[in-house]
């Protein structure tokens, strides 16, 4: 593990985070509900998660496979025996007055996610105390500024499958802290596990945080633990521990309150403002009492059923970068971007990687120019118009020399633009390959007009045939610079 | 012919054969419910339109010759924890006005599909805890054979409509003994099948490790009928069992020579009525008449079961009824009542928390106040190891017990209460006494086991008394059997309350 | 076996049900009695019993991953106390009360 990155504060930031995913699931946990996001309010509720009176659960299949996946993948270990505990507390997003939940015996534990830096500034191995599956809550809606107006109850999330995933506290800034969940969010995305899209809510992020403060008599002060919500964005998540850190760096200096002094307390992040403020402590809030619900049987897993779910899973993001590096020799930093872009990317990068049988030009194009694209067009590979074979075809022609890759750019913009074929676009720009003879014919042409620069090279001054290529193209734009400098170059050294 | 002096069993084939239309039978019936359950406050809610026009829809059938249900015209009381897509569900309690379920539980359902034709809902201790019928938001049932003394309960109703005749069979539930024990106080027939045998979908629940449904008629015959129709395996309850339906009625025939029934010395303890002990003994020699022998067992931790019980199921009870907080059915505290404060002066922390804490504090019962209480401390914070885990634990060691003993003997025979019915408002001032009014049945509910009680005499003031025969898991064909058998050889479930015949 | 009255209001504040002076009072009495009733299992050595927490021995009751009919917004609101058509309504979460 490489060295933390130095830091100016004299603390060490001490974060461990809790995750909670919605599954990629057709129905909700425990009825057959569409999960999907964005329907009217309470138009995919049923008995069961409206927690109608004599509703029962059942456990979704699809559910249970897909926390299985996200578990193994972060190197977890599944337990043979798992079973449903009720979580009870009183809210109406809750029909039922409690969460089916896990407690004693989650599904899996003891994991772990490695954030490497592309750039070398860490490499953090966080950690995973254990993943559990749970009904998600219903939505409040509350009007906070009328104060007394009613709360709008919506329950179609109500049940929707949730994976909980709560971390050591081995992450050790708020830099690594963001980093580290855009690497989880990548794998879970990759599994096909969750969307992970926080603007709907399937990616929730809640963190605990305090400092190790090194004191001249070589202890080292602990300050209270402050668990942070209502974080939108990973980039709010990195934003409200930079400013929780520096707030308990004051507190501990203005009051010395240490970690054990104080109960926990929950700080909610106030994205405009950029600060974090104290929440309500709840006094009985924290007794949920757990106990196994009676109306769900425990659920085994056996070996085979591990190692089927394994084998369906593909290479992770950790896998991918090595490999991809190693089967079409790309630098590390080029793997990492193009396996950060999703499996999508990966897959049409393979795609034309093959074709044109070279991995370094593809990377090239994908980074430089279909992924600028995609940006700018706000668009997603599946949508995007020049498939592979398309660029593969268009690559090729450079490289056999029909033109040169700024010459290839502008076929690249026009075929985005008119959606015709590689072919077409040349054709109609007049992009026709130049013959050999015509080359040669046209280069004898410019070593009679530049009797300066033949004596050059006879000279040995080779780079002086350059001076010639802008006339070349001058007087036919398709020409291959390349070709036209070593044509020069071998008439005039016959000569 | 007065259908209301018919079998289940014959009701059914005089409507197929056509001897009696099923609205002439469920008029039949109404017309009781109309004279009679005035005084005994069996019903809730009485379907009259629906069930009529049900009842005229399968004669219709009938008449086009087309294919009937196993039940078809068959009048079902319903106990009124159970949901109903078209009649209001109360569970007996002031928490549940206003609640119209859209949906039927998976009982009622295969009632139904059966075309039976449910003619009301029937009343009950108030979300089915106690053991009188006297803890209804909507007052007692009083017991046919004495209108001044409690019917049992939970399914109180259920078994006071079945002994006034008011219909042939009824719907119970049984989490501790509530089919059972209303079942030996009011002289009929009543089944807690095995658990997970019936599906518990749409049953409101109170103990979900406990609570099962059963039928309640007048005599096993009919119980098995109607358990033909019920039971079975519901995919969308986790906890029903998937074994197949034995045809219950078929299996009735074959006699019970070499039949093992055990006996409890335990059951004979102090407490136990002596005119109870002789129908109880009375019944034993009638097995033995008809070739069973008799032998002694020992359930050594059947005296942990009412304290057991009583843990476990508050417990669970607390957690089931939180759902029931005013936010999105049932009954809601108007905001603008007297009291603005928590228990013990405590301030509400939001409008929301006072009103759930004052639609929970108007809508249940003291009883149901109780349990929720217990069940509320008995998992909190610090006391879940010694209570609540500690009944997992001797819930464990009872239902060994029942394995035991079934390696010896095939049923275990005994009484269902240690009293017949005792007077209204007897035991209403004290809650522990009301407790051990379940003593010999909640063990069978802890174990998961199915039970059957039947009348085996009368006292000597003319009060029926019960006798409780407890099998192994899906032992109902033996249950049924046996108390057919007996039901055979005597005529103690044919006698009628003289009050109201 | 005597419990706390202040206890006792903490579990009913647990448990979401105002309890009256008289009730809080009744219920400490009748709680207190009936605690220690089932302290009779104290008696028995449970040391080296497994919790059973349920009598069935079943185990994997899973369903497919396929949609369901739901019910209408008019239907899964029937019964609801107070509603908009659209959503179920309760009083205010956050905020205060004027609590005595």
Redesign the interface.
């Known amino acids: 593990m490489t060295k933390p990155a130095a830091t100016p504060e004299p603390y060490t930031t001490v974060i461990g985070l809790e995750v909670h995913v919605q599954l990629q699931?057709?129905?909700k946990l425990f009825?057959?509900?569409?999960t999907k996001f964005g329907a009217?309010?309470?138009?995919?509720?049923?008995?069961v998660c409206?927690?109608?009176?004599?509703?029962?659960?059942?456990?979704?299949?699809?559910?249970?496979q897909l926390a299985m996946k996200a578990a193994l993948a972060l190197e977890c270990r599944i337990a043979p025996f798992t079973k449903w505990d009720?979580k009870?507390y009183?809210?109406?997003d809750l029909?039922?007055?409690?969460q089916i939940s896990q407690f004693d015996l989650p599904f899996s534990s003891d994991g772990w996610l490695e954030v490497v830096d592309p750039k070398g500034a860490f490499a953090r191995k966080v950690g995973i105390i254990r993943v559990h599956l749970e009904e998600d809550a219903g939505k409040?809606?509350?009007d906070?500024a009328a104060?007394?107006?009613?709360?709008?109850?919506?329950?179609n999330r109500a049940g929707t499958p949730l994976c909980e995933i709560v971390t050591q506290p081995d992450l050790r800034s708020p830099q690594e802290a963001r980093a580290w969940l855009n690497e989880l969010k990548l794998l879970l995305v990759y599994l096909g596990v969750s969307d992970c899209n926080m603007q709907e809510g399937s990616l929730r992020v809640d963190a605990n945080v305090n400092l190790h403060i090194p004191c001249p008599d070589g202890s080292v002060a602990k300050t209270p633990i402050v668990e942070i919500k209502n974080m939108n964005s990973f980039r709010s998540v990195e934003r409200a521990l930079i400013y929780e850190a520096a707030r308990q760096y004051d507190e501990w200096q203005a009051t010395g309150a240490e970690l054990g002094t104080t109960p926990k307390q929950t700080r909610g992040w106030d994205d405009p403002a950029g600060v974090t403020r104290a929440q309500?402590h709840?006094e009985?809030s924290s007794?949920y009492?757990y106990?196994?619900d009676?109306?769900?049987?425990?659920?085994?897993v056996s070996e085979a059923e591990i190692a089927a779910v394994r084998a369906s899973m593909g290479a992770p993001p950790t896998v991918l970068r090595t490999t991809l590096a190693e089967r079409w020799k790309i630098s590390a930093y080029d793997a990492d971007v193009l396996v950060n872009q999703g499996r999508e990317i990966v897959a049409y990068f393979e795609e034309v990687a093959t074709r044109v049988g070279e991995g370094k030009v593809a990377s090239n194009w994908l980074q430089q120019d279909v992924l600028r694209t995609l940006n700018e067009r706000g668009e997603a590979i599946a949508a995007f118009p020049i498939r592979p074979d398309a660029l593969a075809d268009l690559i090729g022609r450079v490289q056999q020399g029909d033109f040169d890759t700024s010459r290839g750019r502008e076929i690249f913009a026009e075929v985005l633009a008119s959606g015709r074929s590689v072919a077409d676009v040349v054709a109609s720009l007049g992009i026709a390959a130049v013959g050999d003879d015509e080359l040669i014919a046209l280069c004898r042409e410019l070593i009679t007009a530049n009797p300066k620069i033949v004596a050059d090279v006879q000279g040995g001054k080779e780079q002086a045939a350059a001076g010639l290529i802008g006339q070349a193209k001058k007087k036919n734009p398709n020409v291959n610079p390349a070709k036209v400098r070593q044509t020069c170059i071998d008439l005039i050294k016959a000569m | 012919m007065q259908p209301a002096e018919l079998s289940a069993v014959d009701l059914v084939a005089a409507i197929r054969q056509g001897d009696l239309t099923a609205v002439q039978c469920t008029e039949a019936f109404l017309e009781r419910v109309a004279r009679l359950d005035g005084s005994i406050n069996a019903f809730l809610k009485v379907d009259r339109e629906g069930a009529l026009a049900t009842a005229a829809a399968i004669d219709a059938r009938r008449k086009a010759g087309k294919p009937l249900g196993a039940l078809a015209g068959l009048p079902v009381a319903v106990k009124d924890a159970?949901?109903t897509r078209d009649l209001p569900?109360t569970?007996a309690s002031k928490m549940?006005a206003g609640?119209r379920?859209?949906?039927d539980?998976d009982t009622v359902a295969r009632l139904r599909a059966a075309d039976a034709v449910i003619v009301g809902k029937t009343n009950m201790d108030e979300f089915a805890m106690g053991g009188s019928n006297e803890n209804s938001a909507f007052g007692p049932v009083k017991n046919p054979w004495d209108l001044a003394r409690a019917p049992g309960g939970s399914s109180g109703g259920s078994a006071a409509c079945v002994a006034a005749d008011m219909a042939p069979v009824a719907i119970g539930s049984d989490t501790g003994g509530s089919i059972r024990q209303p079942a030996g106080l009011c002289g009929i027939t009543g089944l807690k099948p095995t658990y997970g045998r019936v599906s518990?979908?749409?049953?409101?629940?109170f103990?979900?490790?406990l609570d099962q449904i059963g039928p309640m008629a007048r005599s096993a015959a009919d119980c098995a009928l109607v358990l033909e129709t019920i039971a079975g395996h519901d995919?969308?309850?986790?906890?029903s069992l998937a074994a197949d339906v034995p045809r219950y009625t078929e299996l009735l025939e074959q006699p019970l020579t070499g039949l093992r029934i055990g006996r409890v010395a335990d059951h004979y303890a102090a407490g136990l009525d002596p005119e109870v002990k002789r129908g109880v003994d009375e019944a034993f020699a009638v097995f033995e008449a008809a070739g069973a022998t008799i032998h002694e067992v020992e359930l050594p931790h059947a005296k942990y079961g009412v304290p057991t019980y009583y843990l476990i199921a508050p417990?669970?009870a607390?957690?089931n009824?939180?759902?029931?907080?005013g936010?999105?059915?049932g009954h809601r505290s108007n905001p603008e009542g007297s009291h603005r404060a928590g228990s013990g002066g405590q301030a509400f922390?939001s409008?929301?928390?006072e009103m759930?804490c004052r639609s929970r504090g108007e809508g249940f019962g003291p009883e149901v106040k109780r349990r929720i209480m217990l069940g509320?401390y008995a998992?909190?914070?610090g006391y879940?190891d010694a209570y609540?885990a500690k009944a997992l634990k001797v819930r464990r060691l009872i239902r060994q017990d029942y394995l035991d003993a079934f390696e010896r003997v095939d049923l275990i025979g005994g009484p269902v209460s240690a009293t017949p019915a005792f007077k209204l408002g007897e035991k209403t001032g004290d809650p522990l006494a009301m407790y051990l009014v379940d003593l010999y049945t909640v063990a069978t509910n802890l174990a998961g086991v199915g039970g059957i009680s039947f009348p085996c005499g009368f006292t000597r003031g003319g009060l029926p008394v019960g006798f409780q025969l407890q099998g192994p898991a899906l032992a109902e064909p033996l249950l049924l059997r046996a108390a057919d058998r007996f039901q055979r050889l005597t005529d103690w479930h044919l006698r009628r309350p003289k009050q109201i015949a | 076996m005597t419990l706390a009255r202040k206890d006792v209001a903490?579990v009913a504040?647990?448990a979401?049900l105002a309890l009256s002076d008289a009730e809080l009072d009744t219920m400490t009495s009748e709680l207190s009695k009936i605690v220690g009733f089932v302290s009779l299992l104290e008696e028995l050595d449970t040391s080296a019993v497994a919790p059973l927490?349920?009598p069935?021995d079943?185990?994997?009751?899973?369903?497919?991953?396929?949609?369901?009919?739901?019910?209408?917004?008019a239907e899964?609101?029937q019964s609801a106390p107070?509603h908009?058509g659209?959503?179920?309504?309760?009083?205010?979460?956050?905020?205060e009360t004027g609590a005595a």
């Open positions: 699931t057709n129905t009825c057959g509900c569409s009217p309010p309470n138009t995919q509720v049923c008995p409206l927690g109608l009176p004599g509703s029962l659960p059942v456990m979704n299949r699809a559910a249970f009720r009870n009183f809210y109406p029909p039922k007055g409690y409040s809606m509350h906070e104060g007394t107006a009613d709360t709008r109850i919506d329950l309500r709840k009985e007794d009492r106990f196994p009676p109306d769900l049987v425990p659920v085994t | 159970l949901c569900t569970c549940l609640f379920p859209p949906y539980a518990r979908r749409g049953l409101v629940a103990a979900s490790s995919p969308l309850d986790s906890t417990c669970e607390s957690s009824l939180a759902r029931f907080d936010a999105h059915y922390e409008p929301l928390v759930y509320t998992l909190s914070a879940y609540y | 903490k504040m647990l979401r927490a349920h069935l079943t185990q994997n009751a899973f369903r497919d991953d396929v949609p369901r009919p739901s019910l209408t917004t899964a609101l107070h908009d659209e959503c179920f309504l309760v009083p205010a979460v956050l905020g």
